[in-house]
């Protein structure tokens, strides 16, 4: 499989999905997973479209594990893939540097990625791995302590936030986020989704990610930066374990993403590595242990 195909496969499944009249895919391990991250065999997460890609698997399997493997790795730790197990294929992207000199003799450089496609077991198709990768991690926080550590989170970004009306959003002419008073969501949970997904848009400021240009986007470009946001915060939200907040108006999007993944399977694996970009941010205003 080339990296094309995946790109193809991916985006067939979402489309079939979203054209079904389901949630986004990305959406089902918070009901049937508990929203965890993708695990890589060292616990680092998986980050970008892997993790939509691996979360619509284990969904789609009723796989419990968070770990996935390759078939190399799982010998390496003392197990095997059993017989007849299917792989899931991911994504691999190395970044690529080549230099070039002019004809007047400057030196330069050219950038670009090179994608590969690798393949993964989950470890609930494995034997004999040591007991950590057999079953889903306990959940790191209770609900109280989740919040806090929302709350947090969102604190340590320094936005500024008002508090006010009944609609939620992000202005870029005065760099501001507005939420409805804490007391209107109906849970915690939501207060807090919410606020990340806002967040999220506020990254793409030009003086931060430079994604929103203009005050007033065309339609196409709003859509656009709506699922950039939407991942981000399902991102972030299962990063800090916690449910992301109801689509609401979002899923008025629903419609344009169908048809620009149809128009190009790769409208999705670019929006993931932009909302990944997103989260990577947020992350990074966080206090440094």
Request: negative net charge.
């Amino acid at each position: 499989m080339t990296a094309k195909d995946l790109y193809t496969e991916v985006t067939s499944q979402i489309v079939n999905a979203l054209e079904a009249g389901n949630l986004p895919p990305w959406r089902k391990p918070w009901v049937a997973g508990g929203g965890f991250l993708p695990l890589r065999h060292s616990g680092v997460a998986y980050r970008g479209v892997n993790t939509i890609i691996l979360w619509i698997q284990a969904e789609l399997m009723g796989y419990a594990s968070s770990t996935w493997l390759t078939f190399k790795q799982a010998i390496e730790y003392g197990g095997c893939v059993k017989k007849g197990e299917k792989s899931t294929a991911i994504l691999w992207c190395e970044p690529i540097t080549k230099k070039d000199t002019a004809d007047d003799g400057t030196e330069g450089e050219e950038r670009f990625w090179i994608s590969k496609v690798y393949r993964v077991f989950n470890a609930d198709q494995c034997s004999g791995l040591p007991e950590k990768f057999q079953t889903k991690p306990e959940h790191p926080l209770d609900p109280s302590q989740r919040i806090e550590h929302a709350d947090t989170f969102i604190k340590n970004t320094a936005a500024v936030i008002k508090h006010a009306g009944g609609s939620a959003y992000y202005r870029p002419s005065d760099d501001t986020i507005t939420l409805p008073p804490f007391e209107s969501f109906e849970s915690p949970e939501g207060y807090a989704g919410t606020a990340l997904h806002e967040l999220s848009h506020w990254t793409g400021a030009m003086h931060r990610l430079g994604r929103i240009k203009c005050e007033k986007p065309t339609k196409d470009e709003y859509a656009r930066e709506e699922i950039v946001a939407e991942l981000s915060s399902v991102f972030v939200c299962a990063a800090l374990g916690i449910a992301p907040a109801d689509m609401g108006e979002h899923a008025a999007y629903i419609k344009h993403w169908v048809a620009a993944m149809k128009e190009d399977p790769k409208y999705l694996f670019s929006a993931a590595s932009k909302a990944q970009a997103s989260a990577d941010y947020l992350f990074g205003l966080q206090p440094k242990d």
